[in-house]
């Protein structure tokens, strides 16, 4: 099958030049975009042809290609009678501020479809377009251009000669990549147990073309057991590219240590990282523009010699491999990540390049491609994060100083829309005040609101390219931008949302809150061939499957834990009840099951609680009791070296108990790895349901009425998934042994035993007492000791 590439595609590639300067970028969204193109297309007469589909077959190095695109329209000139073939572009921008670069490309992508539309049609001349639309003037500006047939087929064999040397570049790096993988065998001889069986299913997920959920309980070697076939699954299965996405530092670390070991062991992989903007930059966002930052200015002329460079040379391609190069050619790192990612075999990246509208890669997803697939890392992470993706947030807090200022400074038309903005919200609140409330929901969308969001928006795009990069633009950017993040969440609006709004001393905070974002994650997860979704902790993996895909279009898989069920004890204390009112009642109990859990055997112990507050009063409570036990606790916004004085206190082979308090689903109860004694134990101090909020309540509802599992969707899973995480922290590897103590009497209610992974159930016992408790903990303990001491084979 051929494979595809745009024209857009080409054009960008082949034709940029210059500076790096979002100042020429649009700010239209992509509906918005779409409106304006439709109302042209309609004022153009019955005898315009829109959205006109051209293609060409071309055979680049070998292999069979589809150059296409869609034209936007195609008509006929009343004077001369040629064919006019269309171009519509829009931007906040007057015509003549439009750069030489920017017009460039316009005319490009014309003469390609024009060459296009003379070889369908036979022609021998033609006359291109370009209808230009400013939004924020509604002027319209046309520009035609006659040429010959000849000429534009000239044109358009220049181009391919050019882009042909990148294709051949490509090609011969995928013949050596797909040469290499063929030998290549598992990098650490025998698979894991269940491993083998995991790697077996993401080969046959990438084979269907199918979206997978997996959960796959820790020691699996989940890193792995997807990368690898998924990798070997390359040359067979016509994958150009791997996209393994994470939630954290943690896991894209864990992604590139797989890579580096298949490279190793001989792959000829291209593996990059990509790196947050604002991390990876060499300029502050105040310098980002080709006046101040050396890294933007003329960073289309060098970044092709920078990636034929790096990829030449390089194969795992990490933050210091990509800075390093950055500076050796003088372009700004995170772009050039962007641009040698179209070399690359594996990419891997946080969640938002693939599911944020506002910051996904374009260049990778603007359309479906069956020749890449998503591996998903740590997939319980993705409902919270792709809600927050999906929603929007704006507040009134801020704007009247700001206003002020730019008054002061005589910045009239940035104070005017200001002023409107202002005026927007004061509208908002006054209709808050008529209802008599602080806070009001809304199933349908502030239209009005919206609409003079998108004004401010296109009157502060009109307003910047003359500015000079001061104090003033610094304070309008951040509104600016948080305006446009906004408007475009505005054009997703439906039925998953609703608007919040709330009000608190004066002033005004409007939310457009996505409850649902699966048909959203869903239609990115279709962008490549497939996808394989894993974690320990997707429990219950329905759950998962219906709020991130589509169920009838997605498959689960559960694997056992590879661990001997006789190495995790997992008990349950019934007599405690944790509840908001009996807390007080129940801390003298909760204090001596703890001393109880931890005084059994020597070593280090992870306390985890809801909430600070609840989290200070046991700590406390404990101290005051046991004052021979060493005791520490996680403290809010605890800094990176706090962090690792925390983590220091788990040292291997103890010879004093120590017990650290923490808070539930905090920065240590998920991604932190205490392998072997560091950690011998962890307690859980209630079911972990998140707190009563408006936005749960929300949720609540909306499920509720979707399926009946308000309270299930919106507290109880989201609240078990942390303890499950804390859990996670026990048992790391084969050799491990630990206890995982559960202090609330709802863990003994079948609905809540229901959601508990096997690898928990299989080991689960019930203590009513202290006595039953220190019984229970010393029979294990003494089975460890008498493993211990149990002669091996072999000995």
């Known amino acids: 099958m051929a494979q595809r590439i745009g024209v857009r595609e080409l054009v960008e590639f082949e034709c940029k030049s210059g500076?790096?300067?979002?100042?020429?970028?649009?700010?239209?969204?992509?509906?918005?975009?779409?409106?304006?193109?439709?109302?042209?297309?309609?004022?153009?007469?019955?005898?315009?042809e829109k959205e006109v589909t051209l293609k060409a077959a071309v055979t680049l190095a070998g292999e069979d290609y589809t150059i296409d695109g869609r034209a936007d329209g195609v008509d006929k000139d009343d004077a001369s009678g040629l064919t006019i073939v269309d171009e519509i572009k829009t931007s906040a921008l007057d015509f003549a501020e439009l750069s030489d670069d920017a017009l460039g490309r316009y005319w490009a992508q014309a003469a390609v479809y024009g060459h296009f539309l003379c070889t369908d049609r036979q022609l021998d001349r033609i006359i291109l377009q370009l209808t230009y639309?400013?939004?924020?003037?509604?002027?319209?500006?046309?520009?035609?251009?006659?040429?010959?047939?000849?000429?534009?087929?000239?044109?358009?064999?220049?181009?391919?000669?050019?882009?042909?040397?990148?294709?051949?570049?490509?090609?011969?790096?995928?013949?050596?990549?797909?040469?290499?993988?063929?030998?290549?065998?598992?990098?650490?001889?025998?698979?894991?147990?269940?491993?083998?069986?995991?790697?077996?299913?993401?080969?046959?997920?990438?084979?269907t073309q199918q979206r997978l959920f997996v959960q796959a309980p820790t020691g699996t070697g989940k890193t792995m057991a997807t990368l690898f076939p998924a990798v070997k699954a390359m040359p067979a299965e016509g994958l150009n590219r791997l996209f393994y996405l994470t939630a954290k530092e943690a896991t894209r670390q864990s992604a590139e240590d797989g890579c580096r070991l298949l490279i190793d062991q001989g792959a000829q992989l291209r593996c990059i990282t990509l790196t947050a903007k604002d991390k990876i930059?060499?300029?502050?966002?105040?310098?980002?523009?080709?006046?101040?930052?050396?890294?933007?200015?003329?960073?289309?002329?060098?970044?092709?010699?920078?990636?034929?460079?790096?990829?030449?040379?390089?194969?795992?391609?990490?933050?210091?491999?990509?800075?390093?190069?950055?500076?050796?050619?003088?372009?700004?790192?995170?772009?050039?990540?962007?641009?040698?990612?179209?070399?690359?075999?594996?990419?891997?990246?946080?969640?938002?390049?693939?599911?944020?509208?506002?910051?996904?890669?374009?260049?990778?997803?603007?359309?479906?491609?069956?020749?890449?697939?998503?591996?998903?890392?740590?997939?319980?992470?993705?409902i919270h994060r792709a809600r927050d993706m999906y929603s929007a947030t704006l507040t009134s807090a801020g704007l009247s100083p700001l206003a002020a200022t730019l008054r002061q400074h005589h910045q009239r038309e940035a104070s005017n829309a200001l002023r409107q903005l202002r005026t927007a919200f004061t509208a908002v609140g006054k209709a808050l005040t008529a209802k008599e409330q602080n806070e009001w929901v809304s199933v349908e969308a502030l239209t009005e609101f919206n609409q003079k969001v998108a004004r401010f928006v296109e009157r502060i795009h009109e307003w910047l390219p003359g500015q000079p990069a001061?104090?003033?633009?610094?304070?309008?950017?951040?509104?600016?931008?948080?305006?446009?993040?906004?408007?475009?969440?505005?054009?997703?609006?439906?039925?998953?949302?609703?608007?919040?709004?709330?009000?608190?001393?004066?002033?005004?905070?409007?939310?457009?809150?996505?409850?649902?974002?699966?048909?959203?994650?869903?239609?990115?997860?279709?962008?490549?061939?497939?996808?394989?979704?894993?974690?320990?902790?997707?429990?219950?993996?329905?759950?998962?499957?219906?709020?991130?895909?589509?169920?009838?279009?997605?498959?689960?898989?559960?694997?056992?834990?590879?661990?001997?069920?006789?190495?995790?004890?997992?008990?349950?204390?019934?007599d405690v009840a944790t509840t908001y009112q009996r807390r007080a009642a129940n801390e003298a109990r909760i204090v001596a099951a703890l001393?109880?859990?931890?005084?059994?055997?020597?070593?280090?112990?992870?306390?985890?609680?809801?909430?600070?507050?609840?989290?200070?009063?046991?700590?406390?409570?404990?101290?005051?009791?046991?004052?021979e036990i060493t005791v520490f606790s996680q403290t809010g916004g605890m800094a990176a070296t706090d962090r690792?004085?925390?983590?220091?206190?788990?040292?291997?082979?103890?010879?004093?108990?120590?017990?650290?308090?923490?808070?539930?689903?905090?920065?240590?109860?998920?991604?932190?790895?205490?392998?072997?004694?560091?950690?011998?134990?962890?307690?859980?101090?209630?079911?972990?349901?998140?707190?009563?909020?408006?936005?749960?309540?929300?949720?609540?509802?909306?499920f509720n009425a979707r399926n009946g599992q308000g309270f299930t969707y919106a507290y109880q899973l989201p609240g078990l998934n942390n303890v499950l995480q804390a859990g996670g922290r026990l048992i790391?590897?084969?050799?491990?042994r630990g206890v995982i103590l559960l202090l609330d009497e709802r863990f003994a209610q079948p609905r809540y035993q229901h959601y508990l992974p096997l690898s928990w159930t299989r080991n689960l016992r019930l203590a009513h007492t202290d006595d039953q408790l220190t019984t229970l903990l010393t029979d294990f303990w003494k089975e460890d000791h008498d493993d211990e001491n149990r002669p091996h084979p072999g000995s």
């Open 470 to 574: 001061d104090e003033d633009i610094q304070a309008v950017l951040p509104v600016y931008f948080d305006c446009i993040s906004y408007s475009r969440i505005a054009e997703l609006y439906g039925e998953q949302y609703r608007t919040v709004v709330e009000r608190e001393h004066q002033q005004v905070r409007i939310t457009q809150l996505c409850l649902d974002p699966e048909p959203f994650v869903d239609a990115c997860l279709h962008k490549g061939r497939g996808a394989v979704l894993f974690s320990a902790t997707l429990s219950p993996l329905t759950y998962y499957q219906e709020l991130l895909a589509d169920p009838a279009d997605s498959l689960v898989y559960q694997l056992p834990s590879p661990f001997p069920a006789g190495h995790q004890l997992v008990v349950i204390r019934d």
């Open 595 to 627: 001393a109880a859990f931890a005084q059994t055997r020597t070593g280090n112990y992870l306390v985890f609680l809801p909430s600070y507050h609840y989290l200070e009063q046991v700590y406390m409570a404990f101290s005051a009791a046991y004052p």
């Open 19 to 48: 500076d790096l300067d979002a100042s020429q970028s649009s700010t239209n969204t992509a509906l918005e975009g779409a409106r304006i193109h439709r109302m042209l297309q309609k004022q153009a007469g019955p005898n315009y």
């Open 281 to 382: 930059s060499f300029c502050p966002p105040e310098k980002r523009t080709p006046d101040l930052c050396p890294y933007y200015r003329g960073y289309y002329d060098r970044n092709k010699a920078a990636v034929k460079d790096i990829i030449s040379h390089e194969r795992l391609l990490d933050r210091a491999t990509i800075e390093r190069y950055a500076k050796k050619h003088t372009v700004d790192p995170f772009e050039l990540s962007l641009d040698a990612a179209r070399f690359a075999d594996v990419v891997i990246c946080d969640y938002n390049y693939l599911f944020d509208p506002l910051v996904f890669l374009q260049r990778f997803f603007a359309q479906p491609d069956s020749s890449q697939f998503f591996l998903i890392d740590e997939a319980h992470n993705l």
């Open 133 to 207: 639309y400013q939004t924020t003037t509604k002027q319209i500006t046309r520009q035609q251009w006659p040429l010959p047939a000849a000429d534009l087929a000239e044109y358009y064999q220049a181009l391919l000669h050019d882009y042909a040397g990148w294709v051949i570049f490509r090609h011969q790096l995928k013949q050596e990549r797909d040469a290499s993988l063929t030998p290549l065998t598992f990098p650490f001889g025998d698979f894991r147990p269940q491993q083998r069986e995991f790697a077996a299913a993401v080969y046959k997920t990438i084979h």
């Open 732 to 736: 790391r590897g084969m050799h491990d």
């Open 644 to 702: 690792a004085a925390f983590l220091a206190h788990f040292q291997p082979h103890p010879t004093a108990t120590s017990v650290g308090f923490a808070v539930l689903g905090g920065s240590f109860g998920e991604g932190i790895d205490l392998p072997a004694d560091r950690l011998i134990g962890v307690a859980v101090v209630g079911v972990g349901l998140p707190g009563l909020s408006l936005r749960n309540n929300l949720l609540k509802a909306y």
